[in-house]
């Protein structure tokens, strides 16, 4: 939708940033709070009422009549989209064994880059069948079904019983462990190419870059999501049947900082080799679904949707980050041309604001080098 929101909205590559980003401050903001209620209240009731909430958003950003609505639509549907991951990995940790985590939570990764596939090629077909209101308007349906699916079939094994004082009590023990905070910054550097890159700034830089429509330029960014969504399961289940954590983990953010880095400074590549590394790079980032698992590890297990949130919350926190510098840098690149009100951004602005996301992965492999190997067992 971005060139549409620049036209109709006369704004530019900064705003728009930092008007995506509304959804991940939303998200991120959210994830604490969200895994105190999911140990206390059990994950059925909030999911359902998040869904709902999560559609109402999408109605609001359809009707929104200025940039303020807008954002504040954006913001709600991150807020209320900040249960769904949480509440997922909730649900597999109450039903099935803790062999199965990394497993189950690669597979609930995996149908949601399913909705980053959708988001991008579908969705631009959509908004020009449509427009980008009416669009949104769709999404919205699809909320409200999924309210209705998550009380129709997702049930609470066991809710958490814990007053106030002690689910505080269970939070600082999380927010006072350096492992959390290593996972966490790992996290944000494998998240920065799906959500900076795939997420928004991807698409017109492929279309500049290889003179694709915007459909078939998000189709190619749309890789990115289905490398997260094939790796999540892969390197979940791999890890469970190694029994480590830290190893595959690191090697996944090396190849997801070394595919990036070709994509952003090797200028000229062909399409096919370019959609490869599109495909690699999301591969790779899909090891940060390690990082729930070993951070449940390394944290005591009644403060587990805790500890999930604020890894969480980083991890989404890397749209609020990048999205919004990445649109800075490229404004700052800016050689004054447009076309039909639109900002045109060249390829080696893109190339430079893209470091930015080539440096976040390198310091998470650096964190993940100093995190504990929990070897898949419960060490708090």
């Known amino acids: 939708m971005i060139d549409?929101?620049?036209?109709?909205?006369?704004?530019?590559?900064?705003?728009?940033?930092?008007?995506?980003?509304?959804?991940?401050?939303?998200?991120?903001?959210?994830?604490?709070?969200?895994?105190?209620?999911?140990?206390?209240?059990?994950?059925?009731?909030?999911?359902?009422?998040?869904?709902?909430?999560?559609?109402?958003?999408?109605?609001?950003?359809?009707?929104?009549?200025?940039?303020?609505?807008?954002?504040?639509?954006?913001?709600?549907?991150?807020?209320?989209?900040?249960?769904?991951?949480?509440?997922?990995?909730?649900?597999?940790?109450?039903?099935?064994?803790?062999?199965?985590?990394?497993?189950?939570?690669?597979?609930?990764?995996?149908?949601?880059?399913?909705?980053?596939?959708?988001?991008?090629?579908?969705?631009?077909?959509?908004?020009?069948?449509?427009?980008?209101?009416?669009?949104?308007?769709?999404?919205?349906?699809?909320?409200?079904?999924?309210?209705?699916a998550a009380f129709a079939t997702v049930r609470d094994r066991s809710r958490g019983s814990a007053d106030l004082r002690q689910l505080r009590i269970g939070a600082m023990e999380v927010v006072r462990n350096r492992q959390t905070w290593l996972i966490a910054v790992a996290g944000l550097g494998t998240a920065g190419p799906l959500l900076g890159f795939a997420g928004l700034w991807g698409v017109p830089f492929l279309a500049l870059t290889q003179g694709l429509d915007r459909a078939g330029a998000a189709g190619v960014a749309s890789v990115v999501f289905i490398g997260w969504g094939v790796g999540a399961p892969v390197i979940g289940w791999l890890s469970d049947r190694v029994g480590r954590r830290k190893l595959p983990f690191v090697a996944g953010l090396i190849l997801c900082a070394a595919s990036m880095a070709a994509i952003a400074w090797l200028p000229g590549l062909p399409l096919w080799a370019v959609t490869a590394l599109c495909f690699l790079c999301g591969f790779g980032g899909s090891s940060q679904i390690l990082g729930f698992a070993a951070v449940r590890e390394l944290n005591p297990q009644h403060a587990a949707g805790t500890a999930i949130g604020i890894v969480n919350c980083l991890v989404t926190g890397a749209g609020a980050l990048y999205q919004p510098l990445l649109g800075i840098l490229l404004d700052f690149a800016w050689t004054g041309e447009l076309i039909d009100g639109v900002r045109i951004y060249t390829a080696a602005a893109y190339s430079t604001a893209f470091s930015a996301l080539v440096a976040g992965a390198g310091l998470g492999v650096l964190c993940i080098l100093l995190m504990q190997e929990t070897r898949c067992r419960q060490k708090a």
Not at 119 to 125: F, H, K, N, T, V
Request: glycine share 14%.
């Open 4 to 148: 549409e929101l620049m036209r109709d909205l006369a704004i530019g590559a900064a705003a728009v940033g930092n008007l995506s980003a509304f959804y991940f401050y939303g998200y991120a903001g959210m994830q604490i709070p969200v895994g105190l209620l999911i140990d206390r209240f059990g994950p059925r009731r909030l999911m359902t009422i998040a869904a709902a909430g999560c559609a109402a958003g999408c109605v609001l950003f359809a009707l929104a009549p200025s940039l303020a609505g807008l954002s504040l639509g954006r913001f709600v549907i991150g807020a209320t989209a900040a249960f769904s991951l949480v509440g997922a990995m909730a649900v597999a940790g109450q039903w099935f064994p803790p062999t199965r985590f990394a497993l189950l939570s690669g597979l609930a990764v995996m149908l949601g880059m399913a909705g980053g596939v959708f988001g991008q090629a579908p969705l631009r077909l959509l908004v020009e069948w449509l427009d980008w209101r009416l669009a949104s308007l769709t999404l919205a349906g699809g909320g409200v079904l999924l309210a209705i």
